[in-house]
């Protein structure tokens, strides 16, 4: 059952006492098709809402908390990273820890991966490390099989592997969202259209972690709203997607034309906000019903909302929380 609606004085912005969150409904072990399956249910009707968790690695909840803190309810969707740096890679283990306690609350769980890039070392700095430029040539060494670069790309994947294998012994599905805003240049996955860019390594990914056995993963493609269109060329092909997410940036909610483009490009799969700085609003969530998650980015929960406005989405009536996603 859905918590009591805000007052009218919260409704007009006026900041209230945290509400009391529903009782959190403990998810058993679960096959990914059942996500799948219930984003797809309530595509039109509801939206489960999410917060990212962002680094350090050791305080994978500070964020979950936050929402806690101003609202009296736990997000919906609880969102963690792979990592990159070398003190939050050691620290891996924490985030597998809190995502499976996520889970046993009645949270969906979706991860990230700022990946190093294959031409620095195995840990790195944002800077110069996952926010770097690589050659059209280097990335192309990197997709081909048998090549230096290929190597060191496939043995980063491996080392994530055994992690995402304690989910899936633990029957926990993650909302698996690698090389994100893949359409931007800020990273070195990214701004590589066409069959050769990006879609290939997505694809590669995805072939090389069903192999090893990942039958948990709920592969999440992403895009950011940037002011190119044509995002349709980054894609790797419905085979290799369950869900289709952007990321909203530039305009701090997404445009209609942001949002049609996203439906059409899924062709009926589920959409998502996979980051956003500014929570959703009634606004929004009328005119955008399609939206089945959304993910507020780590500090701008705080930082780009005032706390009425992020209890005026925790509250909203389409708005599911933990405790109320519901297989």
Known sequence: MKVPRLTAALALGVLAAPMAAAPAQAFPSTPKQT???????????????????????????????????????????WGGDMMFDAADVANRQRVIDQARTEWANGSLVTLTWHACSPTVGATCGFEGGVKTSISNTQFQQIVTGGTALNNTWRSRMAAVVPYLRQLRDAGVPV???????????????????????????????????????????????????????????????????????????????????????LLSIAAGKPIALAETGKVPTAALLSSQPRWTYFMVWSEQLRGSNSNAEIQNAYFHPRVFNQGEVRF
């Open 35 to 77: 996500v799948i399956n219930y984003l797809g249910s309530i595509t039109g009707a509801n939206i489960v809402s999410g917060q990212h968790n962002k680094e350090p690695a050791s305080n994978p909840g500070q964020y979950t908390q936050q929402v806690r803190d101003i609202t009296g309810q736990h997000p919906g969707l």
């Open 175 to 261: 909302l698996w969202r690698p090389f994100h805003e893949m359409n931007e240049t800020w990273n070195w996955w990214g701004g590589r259209p066409g069959a050769n860019g990006g879609a290939k390594i997505f694809q590669q990914m995805k072939d090389y972690f069903d192999s090893q056995g990942l039958t948990n993963l709920i592969w999440v493609w992403n895009v950011q709203d940037n002011p190119n269109a044509n995002w349709s060329q980054y894609y790797p092909g419905s085979g290799y997607v369950d869900v289709v997410s952007l990321d909203a940036w530039y305009k701090g909610l997404p445009s209609a034309g942001d949002y049609n483009q």
